[in-house]
């Protein structure tokens, strides 16, 4: 096989060095000097050259379906091959000029004079036309466009030909304004008669799509809007009617059908890059088409006939970019302007307003013009929908809902008048396809219609209480919910779809008429829940509670003023014949009575429990006992029915829901309880409370049966009730509570001792113990936590016979301490248990060191921190706990250790006990987890520190020798998001910690100086987590530097931050250009913001000048001047941080592109810097 077909035919089979030349060769250039007296370059071009020739060699040899060479259909070779082409052609040729110059002079065995130099870029740039020259002369050959010629070419499959005219757009674009303008206005338009029409609309659209490239050059979209109007109508126009025409002529003639289809998608696309480059508007192309007599609006509803997708795609784009006029902005005026044809000084005496008005008034007519249109359509539609041509279907909606939003914005009343009934019907239709795909398309139309329209919005509520309903298909009587193929979209697809787009539906037909949506839903919950029980039903009764809780803040914000306690009472107990009734009543009445179409289907089960759980303001409302009594028995009941559905049939239901009956119930006491704790301290109550507590670990234990979310909930609202008992009252219940949890941990404990003990352990199974073991931790966080909560709540103490040392739920928490130290010291390297200490730790933090035993349990849990820090190995799953601890200790307590501190060091008055002991708890835990973080610091911890304050040049230490492999730096966020709690709540005490106790004072002694060094080393680094902290530890030292009143302490800040002011600024202005995550450039505007507002304007300009002009910035002078005038209005405080964080965002942005080079003369950035920032 030949070279380059060998080397196309490995790449497509995905070969990596095949790939990687392929790569390489549209890339750069390489110099060939085998022969020293006729040196040639190689690159993109040089193998496009080769492989054309190839390829058609082979054609003639075995023709286009590679015969007998073995090579197989040689389209793919040509697809490739122009995919390759696209991406060299849209180097300019001032790129390649430069490249090739490069790879001459980084020659290491060949001098080459200046001639001989330019001797081989012009060689180059020859190749280059000859194979533009190649690529015109086959696209615009008419022999490679006739499907039923006798010798069918390769280069005739529609996707190599389409891929070959965007090399000549792309060659036409990167080549500058000239170039477009010799290509357009001398090969083009003049001579569109005798070109084929599908080379042409493919030009033109290409076209198009370089012209929005980043990288276009200056003047590309402004020579692009003179075009315009001979473009569309002596080219798009013309093309696109004839091509309309021939294919409802040549419907079902086979192979012309489809090549005129084509020709009209392409050219409708066409139109849409068209308009999207040049900013034209659909009334402008109907002005500038009607010179040569052609209704473009006419062409376009000619076009909605046609059984293309392609076409039906094509004509859905358009529209939904050009049937919502915009603002007047300077480029659309520019377009006016050269559309009508006037010189400047004449247009500048049309308004704005004038000009918005007329189109508008035109545009409303085009608007009507194609709702009749598309009104028509729904008959196709439904012929559409009964052969099941769902992309027919979704591409008639997509038209419809663009031109509905247009109608509803150029409508001057809430309603849309009587010609749009064909289109809305049309969209109803849509509503109720089975597809919910095509479902979603029109509801965005729909809801807004809905909101405006009462009338409407009443046709529009059955349907979408129908499309509620879960798609599920029926497997030997059994219900599943694997009905892809029914709707389209798997079950969590269609969760998300309707909590997202019915939801809002949904609210929008509430809000225009309450009462009947309310009345609908109950309803329908009335008639399921007496119907015979069957699975039509359940799933029907589901839907009907879905809908009544898509609307449960809605409803409840209207109907508060009415919920008294006698109303519900009366409500509750009726035969539900009173006007007055009111419809949640009614519903909770009716679920209370458990009918077998709910009970039976954990689907609706866990539906009906949501219900309760959205509406527990209601049921909570006036504190009225009855409606919480039915609420608290609806969660209960649901919880044991949910344990008794073994019926192979519901297991299934459940393996494929994505929730769970018994978590829903568990979810909604927890609403109930926390909301209204005080109605179930009776002792019946709390008995009840306490079988579903047991229940809960039951269904624990049961796979898929309960989320820890929901046991967590359900935990934390049992402690709700248990923390506002009296005192004396609380030990047993407690006790109760906890007995589970203390025996499920130490029975796990043991399991796990067991499993890692044993050598040949299975580690999969330890994996499955240590989840239960962090789950039951993570019980006795929220325990722990909501008890702290509840009580520091209570303003007055309750009379108990317990000490007021010893409260009754810490004596009971202490007896788990032992299991979970064991845990802490043996498993923290598991991601799970590290999360579950993360709770435990923070959630037993005491909220008031002066309650009881708080300093004990402080002691206690530093203790357990420590002991993390001994046995973890370096690793990040086991610091990060701690890590979130100390931040989280620092954040309750570091005012108390920061006035600690200063009274310390300026004697101001005397040192308590309390805060003292605070104080050295905090600094053991924060040195000690430095230094056990030190194998994940890396090298930017130490690297630029020396010994005794010694610039890096004047170390006396030999240097030592670089590591092959660079240590990890994933300790490094922990660390500085420690660093940065103590900056912003105990600055005092942070300036005084020092990296070896006891040292002689130096500042490269002081943890503080060790990480301004680091944090400002670790902005160039590639870690996202790492560079967002260090930038955000920066920007707090910086403010901290300026607002601090102690010099001493701010001496101590600002020299640690002088050291590196440069490479910092350096460091954050390259980030900006490119290199950074999205997610840093907020913080990284900040950081900006606050250095240039904070450092001295001199310094700041000497570090700001080589970070943008001789950086990674590479947008050019221009830009370049933005830049500095914004960053020095920012240093004088007439620029706000708003405007920098836009800056920072465009900066960003436009350096996105793979040919940075080529970014600083772009279009893009000419219209940056002269129409936003005004700089010329």
């Avoid at 009941?637 to 344990?643: E, T, V």
């Avoid at 580690?763 to 520091?792: G, P, W």
């Avoid at 450092?1095 to 000048?1105: R, S, V």
Wanted: with cysteine.
């Amino acid at each position: 096989m030949d070279p380059a077909l060998d080397m196309l035919s490995r790449g497509l089979m995905g070969d990596e060095n095949a790939l990687a030349f392929l790569d390489r060769t549209s890339s750069i250039y390489v110099l060939d000097v085998t022969d020293s007296s006729k040196p040639k370059t190689y690159g993109g071009w040089n193998f496009i050259h080769q492989a054309l020739n190839e390829l058609e060699r082979h054609e003639r040899n075995f023709g286009s379906s590679g015969g007998a060479s073995g090579t197989g259909n040689i389209r793919s070779y040509v697809q490739l091959l122009a995919a390759m082409s696209q991406r060299v052609a849209r180097r300019s040729p001032q790129s390649d000029r430069k490249l090739v110059s490069t790879c001459v002079e980084n020659a290491a065995q060949y001098n080459a004079s200046a001639n001989e130099a330019e001797a081989l870029v012009v060689l180059n740039a020859e190749i280059r036309e000859i194979v533009m020259g190649r690529i015109a002369a086959m696209v615009f050959d008419f022999s490679f466009h006739n499907p039923n010629g006798p010798h069918l070419s390769a280069f005739s499959d529609p996707v190599a030909m389409e891929g070959l005219c965007s090399v000549l757009s792309a060659n036409a674009v990167s080549s500058g304004p000239q170039a477009i303008n010799h290509f357009m206005l001398e090969w083009i338009i003049p001579s569109v008669q005798t070109l084929p029409p599908f080379a042409v609309a493919c030009v033109i659209l290409h076209l198009g799509i370089e012209a929005t490239r980043k990288v276009s050059p200056a003047g590309t979209k402004d020579l692009l809007q003179r075009m315009s109007g001979a473009v569309m109508a002596i080219v798009l126009a013309p093309v696109l009617c004839d091509a309309v025409q021939e294919s409802g002529e040549a419907r079902g003639v086979g192979s012309n059908h489809e090549r005129h289809s084509r020709v009209a998608a392409v050219s409708i696309r066409a139109i849409e890059r068209w308009c999207s480059a040049t900013d034209l508007s659909l009334p402008q192309i109907k002005h500038v088409c009607s010179k040569v007599n052609v209704n473009i609006v006419e062409v376009l509803s000619d076009a909605m006939y046609s059984d293309s997708q392609l076409v039906m795609d094509a004509i859905a784009e358009l529209m939904e970019r050009v049937v919502l006029t915009r603002d007047m902005t300077t480029d659309r005026m520019t377009q006016t302007r050269y559309i009508m044809e006037v010189d400047e000084t004449k247009f500048q005496s049309i308004s704005v307003a004038d000009l918005e008005r007329i189109e508008s008034k035109e545009m409303e007519a085009i608007v009507q013009e194609l709702i009749s249109a598309i009104g028509l359509q729904r008959f196709r539609f439904a012929e559409r929908q009964a052969n099941v041509d769902l992309a027919g279907c979704r591409c008639l909606t997509r038209i419809a809902v663009a031109v509905c939003k247009a109608a509803m914005h150029y409508s001057d009343s809430e309603k849309l008048d009587a010609s749009a009934s064909g289109m809305l019907d049309l969209l109803l239709r849509s509503a109720a396809h089975q597809s919910v795909n095509i479902c979603g398309v029109a509801l965005d139309a729909l809801t807004d219609l809905a909101a405006k329209d009462e009338s409407f919005a009443l046709r529009l509520l059955p349907i979408l209480q129908h499309r509620a309903i879960v798609p599920h298909v029926l497997d030997s009587g059994n219900p599943s919910l694997a009905a892809s193929e029914v709707c389209g979209v798997d079950t969590f697809e269609f969760e998300s779809f309707r909590s997202t787009v019915l939801n809002m539906a949904l609210k929008s037909c509430y809000r225009k008429n309450e009462d009947y949506y309310m009345n609908s839903c109950s309803v329908a919950v009335e008639e399921f829940c007496k119907a015979a029980p069957t699975v039509k039903t359940s799933f029907q009764l589901e839907a009907a509670l879905y809908c009544l809780g898509a609307v449960a803040g809605e409803s409840i914000a209207g109907g508060q003023a009415r919920l008294t306690k006698e109303f519900i009472a009366e409500n509750v107990s009726s035969d539900m014949s009173n006007t007055k009734k009111n419809q949640l009543a009614r519903c909770s009445q009716l679920l209370e009575m458990k009918p077998v179409c709910m009970t039976a289907n954990p689907l609706t089960l866990s539906q009906a429990c949501r219900f309760v759980g959205k509406h527990v303001k209601w049921y909570v409302a006036n504190g009225n006992d009855v409606a919480i009594d039915i609420a608290a028995e609806l969660c209960l009941s649901a919880m044991a029915a949910s344990l008794v559905l073994t019926e192979e049939a519901a297991q299934k239901l459940m393996q494929e829901m994505s929730v769970s009956p018994f978590s829903e119930a568990a979810l909604a006491l927890h609403y109930l309880l926390t909301e209204q704790p005080g109605h179930f301290m009776t002792e019946q109550a709390l008995k009840a409370l306490g079988i579903a507590w047991e229940a809960c670990y039951m269904a624990s234990n049961q796979a898929g049966a309960v989320t820890i979310e929901a046991r967590e909930a359900l935990c934390d609202g049992l402690c709700h009730v248990l923390a506002s008992l009296p005192r004396n009252q609380q030990r047993k219940p407690f006790q109760v509570l906890f007995i589970p949890t203390l025996e499920c941990l130490r029975t796990m404990m043991k399991l796990a001792d067991e499993c890692n003990g044993n050598s040949q352990g299975n580690d999969k199974k330890l994996d499955s113990i240590l989840v239960r073991v962090s789950d039951e931790i993570r019980i006795l966080s929220v325990m722990a936590e909501t008890y702290q909560k509840v009580t520091l709540r209570s303003s007055v103490p309750d009379a108990s016979d317990e000490p007021q040392g010893e409260e009754p739920f810490f004596s009971v928490l202490r007896k788990a301490w032992p299991s979970v130290s064991h845990v802490a010291e043996s498993f923290n390297k598991s991601e799970r248990v590290s999360l579950a200490l993360r709770k435990f730790l923070i959630g037993c933090l005491p909220h008031d060191l002066q309650r009881g035993e708080a300093m004990s349990l402080l002691k206690e849990l530093c203790s357990l921190s420590e002991s993390i820090l001994t046995n973890s190995n370096g690793s990040k799953v086991a610091l990060w706990p701690v890590a979130e601890f100390v931040t989280d200790l620092i954040n309750t307590y570091g005012r108390v250790v920061e006035q600690h501190a200063i009274d310390i060091v300026f004697s101001s008055r005397d040192a308590n006990a309390s805060d003292d002991e605070t104080g050295k708890l905090l600094e053991g835990l924060v040195m000690s987890l430095v230094e056990a973080s030190q194998s994940r610091l890396g090298l930017v911890w130490i690297g630029k520190h020396q010994g005794q304050g010694e610039e890096p040049c004047e170390s006396q230490t030999a240097p030592q020798p670089e590591p092959e492999k660079s240590p990890s730096i994933e300790g490094l966020s922990l660390i500085f998001s420690v660093l940065t709690a103590c900056v912003r709540e105990c600055p005092t005490f942070l300036v005084h910690l020092r990296v070896s106790p006891g040292g002689t004072g130096h500042q490269d002694t002081l943890l503080i100086g060790r990480a301004v060094d680091a944090a400002c080393a670790a902005l160039i680094e590639t870690d996202v987590e790492t560079v967002a902290s260090a930038i955000i530890f920066l920007d707090s030292a910086i403010k901290l530097s300026v607002s601090l009143s102690s010099e001493l302490i701010k001496e101590t800040m600002t020299k640690a931050l002088s050291r590196d002011r440069k490479g910092m600024i350096m460091a954050v202005v390259d980030g900006i250009c490119g290199s950074y995550h999205h997610s840093l450039l907020a913080p990284s505007a900040d950081l900006l913001y606050t250095a240039v507002r904070s450092f001295p304007p001199a310094e700041m300009h000497i570090c700001l000048l080589p970070a943008i002009q001789q950086g990674r910035f590479r947008l050019g002078e221009r830009a370049q001047r933005v830049a500095l005038q914004i960053l020095d209005g920012c240093s004088q405080g007439i620029i706000p941080l708003s405007t920098l964080k836009e800056l920072v965002d465009d900066v960003w942005d436009l350096h996105q592109v793979d040919d940075v080079e080529a970014i600083a003369d772009s279009d893009i950035v000419a219209r940056f810097a002269a129409d936003k920032y005004n700089v010329l």
